[in-house]
């Protein structure tokens, strides 16, 4: 559940909010007349978490580079037989 505080609570508090926000990473969510307006959180857990965005961002595009890959490889018949491709494998794999 995020926190939730009003506007006015912040303004009163800044500072023990925002040494509160260090101490737990999480946003905190400041209402204005009972609605939610703005949302803040400590500068490093929002480049942590804006790190992680951009690594998930790569790493589904790299996904979908991969399919994209496959699909133009099964349209000019670049393709093997499962038993084939496990057999492969298991070769390059020093299974056998």
């Known amino acids: 559940m995020p ?6 609570e ?8 925002v040494d509160d926000l260090s101490r737990t990473g999480e946003p905190l969510y400041l209402t204005l007349n009972g609605t939610a307006r703005v949302v803040i959180m ?10 992680f965005k951009d690594e ?4 589904e595009l790299r996904t979908y ?8 490889q099964i349209e000019s018949g670049q393709m093997m037989s499962a038993d084939d491709a496990d057999a ?5 794999k ?3």
């Open 42 to 51: 400590d500068a490093a857990a929002f480049d942590e978490a804006m790190a």
């Open 94 to 96: 020093g299974w056998e």
């Open 65 to 72: 580079r991969s399919i994209m890959r496959g699909a133009e």
């Open 10 to 17: 912040f303004n009163r508090n800044q500072k023990a909010i």
């Open 56 to 59: 998930l961002r790569e790493q």
């Open 88 to 92: 492969a494998i298991r070769k390059a």
């Open 3 to 8: 926190a939730i505080k009003p506007l006015t």
